[in-house]
């Protein structure tokens, strides 16, 4: 896939991905800054402040101005924030490139805070913040992520809490948005069916004279030392509990997270994958698995999730560290490695078939990774791991001495939990 990064004068990054006879476009605008950039009295500003961008700018006053202007042309558009970056976007019929670029870019560069959206938004992530406290996956997610960073900036919560975000004024999200919203912060990413060059121009003119200036670096958390596998309960009175498996690992710039990338497909790539196929077809212990392989600037974390009944929940971990010690013992067979390769190939190109799945691969490594790199310069680096690879990466990472299990639920047999993560 063909793709140009260009830098602006001003720092401004660009990112233009033409696909020819692509009916959609997508815009997207991120700034590498999110709730690793606040220190705890401002925690969960990052977010406020997207929720914010949304309620008014000098040219389009009200929110209802945006989404009806959005709506009417069958625009689909959005924001997020995430732990290292904050993304603003819209995607519609290339026939109405223009105007998508010019409402995502004045909700980016031009709003307005009014005093009264914002007492009233602020009801709007109360309630948002108590929406993730009744669910339980959420809460024992919270959980884990408090026990195993406590005192550090991977602790909190990307949306704040209820006190940090009652106590944001118009005054800290100007000077938040004064201090981050700077130019060389600043990333446009725009895929689909119209030119490179009408893509270019547009950010030319939109963005040539932001202004540039020293932003706030993200804060490092520091992983501390583990030296035995630990437990998180939450007492929940839920029908079914929920499991999740964290061992620390490595940070993004390891050269074996290509590797422990294969390792999570081999997990959890499709409905043949080693988790689905022992917990879901051959134990019947419940609906879902997920595995993510979350690594950051200074630190990382292999998590496995699950849920089951109360009772089976000292078998099901069980069984899943037999998983994993079965990776750092036997080789993966050269048939299950190529269909993995394979899947993850597949998978790959098929999120790429729509201009939000391009302008998303190709954004999120540009702020994250250490360059950016095409779907078939990453099939070449999978293809590149050995069975051998497998085995001593697996070897780093389930190492059970930093294994962190947190359970929630009803009547949990807290001593069978314990002792079947110290098996």
């Known amino acids: 896939m063909q793709y140009k990064r260009t830098i602006l004068p001003n720092g401004v990054r660009v990112i233009t991905v033409p696909m020819a006879g692509n009916p959609t476009v997508t815009v997207m605008i991120n700034v590498a800054t999110g709730s690793y950039y606040e220190d705890q009295k401002q925690s969960g500003i990052s977010h406020f402040l997207e929720h914010m961008c949304f309620k008014g700018t000098v040219k389009r006053p009200t929110a209802k101005v945006i989404a009806t202007e959005l709506d009417s042309i069958g625009a689909s558009y959005n924001a997020f924030t995430t732990t290292e970056m904050t993304g603003y976007y819209a995607k519609a019929d290339t026939r109405h490139f223009a105007q998508i670029a010019d409402v995502v870019s004045d909700i980016y560069m031009n709003s307005t805070f009014p005093e009264t959206e914002i007492k009233k938004e602020k009801n709007v992530v109360l309630g948002e913040i108590d929406m993730y406290a009744d669910d339980p996956q959420e809460k024992v997610s919270d959980a884990l992520r408090i026990h195993m960073y406590k005192g550090e900036p991977a602790e909190r919560d990307v949306l704040g809490t209820k006190e940090t975000v009652k106590a944001i004024t118009r005054g800290d999200l100007l000077e938040y948005r004064k201090s981050q919203y700077k130019a060389s912060n600043t990333i446009i990413t725009i895929a689909g069916g119209i030119s490179e060059s009408e893509m270019l121009s547009w950010v030319k003119k939109t963005f040539g004279k932001i202004k540039d200036g020293k932003t706030k670096s993200e804060l490092i958390t520091k992983d501390r030392v583990q030296l035995v596998p630990e437990t998180v309960f939450v007492d929940k009175d839920t029908d079914q509990a929920h499991i999740m498996m964290a061992w620390r690992t490595?940070?993004?710039?390891?050269?074996?997270?290509?590797?422990?990338?294969?390792?999570?497909?081999?997990?959890?790539?499709?409905?043949?994958?080693?988790?689905?196929?022992?917990?879901?077809?051959?134990?019947?212990?419940?609906?879902?698995?997920?595995?993510?392989?979350?690594?950051?600037?200074?630190?990382?974390?292999?998590?496995?999730?699950?849920?089951?009944?109360?009772?089976?929940?000292?078998?099901?971990?069980?069984?899943?560290?037999?998983?994993?010690?079965?990776?750092?013992?036997?080789?993966?067979?050269?048939?299950?490695?190529?269909?993995?390769?394979?899947?993850?190939?597949?998978?790959?190109?098929?999120?790429?078939?729509?201009?939000?799945?391009?302008?998303?691969?190709?954004?999120?490594?540009?702020?994250?990774?250490?360059?950016?790199?095409?779907?078939?310069?990453?099939?070449?680096?999978?293809?590149?791991?050995?069975?051998?690879?497998?085995?001593?990466?697996?070897?780093?990472?389930?190492?059970?001495?930093?294994?962190?299990?947190?359970?929630?639920?009803?009547?949990?047999?807290?001593?069978?939990?314990?002792?079947?993560?110290?098996?």
């Open 250 to 423: 490595f940070d993004r710039k390891s050269p074996d997270r290509f590797v422990a990338h294969i390792i999570k497909g081999i997990l959890r790539a499709g409905m043949s994958s080693r988790l689905f196929a022992k917990l879901r077809d051959d134990m019947g212990s419940g609906y879902y698995i997920h595995v993510i392989n979350s690594m950051n600037l200074s630190f990382g974390r292999f998590v496995i999730g699950t849920g089951t009944t109360a009772e089976r929940v000292p078998e099901i971990i069980s069984a899943i560290i037999s998983e994993t010690e079965k990776l750092k013992t036997k080789p993966v067979g050269v048939t299950e490695l190529k269909k993995v390769r394979e899947y993850m190939k597949s998978h790959l190109i098929m999120s790429m078939e729509t201009s939000d799945g391009v302008v998303d691969f190709f954004a999120d490594q540009e702020v994250l990774s250490d360059k950016i790199r095409t779907p078939e310069e990453f099939e070449e680096l999978f293809s590149k791991v050995t069975p051998d690879d497998i085995s001593r990466v697996s070897k780093i990472i389930f190492n059970n001495q930093k294994l962190t299990v947190a359970v929630i639920g009803n009547k949990l047999d807290k001593e069978a939990v314990s002792k079947a993560i110290r098996a």
